[in-house]
Every structure is written in C-alpha cells, then in structure tokens.
C-alpha cells in the first residue's frame, strides 16, 4: 500500500493546484466487469488530455462455507491523446485476495491471503466525459502483480501436508500471475 499512500496525496496537490478551465471537472463513476463485478470511482479531469483516476475494484464470492474477495484500489493517470473519449493509462494499486474455507470435521478456518503492489495499464473510452455531465465508458486493464506476499494460516495442519502445500502453490501462483480487468460498463457524471 505504499505506493498509494504516495501518490495519493500527489494527486490531490495536482487537483488543488490546477487551473481552471472549461475542460477541467470533478466526476465519479460505477462500473462492472470480469473479473471485479463491482467498480466504483473517482475522477478529476485536469484538462482536456489529461484525466486523474482513482478507484477501488471489488469481486466478492461465496458457496457454502467457501468465501473469497478480491479487492484492488487503484491510482491512475489517464491521457486522452486526441482530446476525446479514447484514453490510454498507467498507474498503481492494491490487490489483495482472501479464500477462506471452514472445516468440516473440526470447525477450523482455513485462510489464505495474497496482497502484491500492482502496476496497471489501461486503455478505453468514456463518450461524453469531455462534454461535462453523464457519461458512458468501457475499458480494458492489464494487471501486473509485484513482490507478492502470501499468508496461510491452518491451525492443526503441519506445513509439509499435501493439502497444505497445494494452498500454498495456488496462492504464490495468483499472486505472480498477470490477468486483465474487463469493464464491459462504466456510467459516471463530470460536474
């Protein structure tokens, strides 16, 4: 989280200190898409090329009693090379993963958790951004995983087990894994 603490307050000096001008504008927007359903948003349009994006993404699953929540709140600078919709991106976030599984026999939880520092890359569009108001957007992050870190707790359960071994591999892997984040809709309002 070490990055985000950084370049958060950069961003709010950047935002305090810009001029004003038609172009610019505050805005904040909701989305969905694979594999975080649920995305949700800061935006700060600094002039008409660049744009400031701040967003927390969210996937959240469960069945019986199997719980698992992905999560990454992100930093992103967005530059918008034709002074239109299309934008390409670049930033930092936060993911962290938490699987968690009840035992049976013995009632214990079983807890893996996986946070890494990610760099993100972005490209998308947001029609009618530009023009103040509402606005529809999609876009497409490449998330690249870094210095992953992996906790397993399993109370009872000696760490040469089998079964605590493949938890352990399935983690390291996510965590050293790159995906991408589909946004099939992104809805927002520029004020």
């Known amino acids: 989280m070490q990055p985000l603490k950084f370049l958060l307050p950069l ?3 950047l935002s305090l200190n810009a001029n004003a001008k038609d172009s610019s504008g505050f805005g904040l927007s909701v989305g969905s898409g694979i594999p975080y359903l649920g995305q949700g948003g800061v935006h ?3 002039s008409e090329k660049i744009t400031f994006y701040g967003g927390y993404n969210i996937l959240s699953l469960s ?5 698992a929540e992905l999560t990454m709140p992100e930093v992103l600078v967005q530059y918008h090379p034709f002074s239109g919709s299309f934008f ?3 930033g930092l976030g936060q ?9 049976a026999d013995s009632g214990q939880e079983v807890r893996a958790e996986v946070n890494a520092t990610t760099a993100i890359a972005k490209l ?5 951004a530009s023009n103040g108001g509402f606005w529809f ?5 490449y998330v690249i995983p870094m210095s992953p870190e992996t906790t397993i707790t399993a109370p009872g359960v000696p760490q040469n087990d089998p079964d605590y071994q493949d938890v352990e591999d399935a983690a390291n892997r996510f ?4 995906y991408f984040n589909f946004t099939f809709a992104r809805l927002g309002y520029i004020f």
């Open 11 to 13: 961003f709010l000096l």
């Open 44 to 46: 700060f349009r600094l």
């Open 63 to 67: 069945t019986g009693s199997a719980k």
């Open 88 to 90: 390409v991106g670049g």
């Open 95 to 103: 993911e962290a993963l938490v699987a968690t599984a009840q035992d």
């Open 124 to 128: 998308g569009w947001m029609w009618g």
């Open 137 to 141: 957007g999609i876009d497409v992050s």
């Open 175 to 178: 965590g050293e894994t790159s």
